[in-house]
């Protein structure tokens, strides 16, 4: 077994079927039908921003999504087992209504990485947390409607920059709603992942390794 692979991160799986093993990629699903992947990737990383800059992190995942018709809910920086990490969260329409919720975790280093995804889809009456939280936030006076009935306040980018895309995070994505919602696909994704935060382990030639720094220039592959 080389050095640093899939096997060499490991997090809490109680109550996990796995359903995929390997190297580089091992795959899991939950009792909610909710898919759970740890990819290992043998190359440098071309994330093109430096872990220092998170403004900069977060243009480049949300110009990923966008570019992917996705839109961006999270995108922070953290420690993960004690090392440099990143926490994602997109979510991209489906075709047949509601919302698929990718929340993912990646540990860059200098010459390889991980990237962890919680994949998790609307179930049940799609909408029911988005309706119940704009009629929560009109009557409170949180969100306004138009002379043409649209809804003022509702849908923003949620790091504040200005441009309007098709897909953006909108008040029911805040975490605060989470717990009124438990069942909800993005509730179930922030769960999974915070878990996966929380028990994270990674061995000690992984941590011993080069950190990941940006030099400029690049572009990344695709994780969803």
Known sequence: MPLTSAESLRFDIRGLRIVDTGSALREWVSGADDHITLHFFDKPPDIAASLSDLAGIRRFYRER???????????????????????????????????????????????????????????????????????????????????????????????????VHPVLWNLSDAPRHDARFPDHALSRARALLARIEATARLDDTVKRSAPFAYRGGGAWWKFW
Do not use: H
């Not at 995108?75 to 926490?87: M, P, T």
């Not at 200098?110 to 962890?116: K, T």
């Not at 936030?137 to 809804?151: D, F, K, R």
């Open 65 to 163: 999504a966008v570019a992917a018709g996705a839109g961006l809910v999270e995108a922070e920086l953290l420690r993960v087992a004690g090392c440099a990490a990143i926490r994602t969260i997109v979510k991209s329409p489906q075709a047949a209504g509601g919302m698929n919720y990718v929340a993912s975790l990646t540990l860059p280093f200098r010459d390889f990485s991980y990237l962890i995804k919680v994949s998790c889809l609307a179930r049940g009456t799609a909408g029911t947390r988005e309706s119940q939280v704009l009629n929560q936030s009109l009557a409170g006076g949180e969100v306004t409607l138009s002379e043409q009935g649209v809804p003022q306040g509702w849908a923003r980018d949620p790091y504040g920059d200005p441009a």
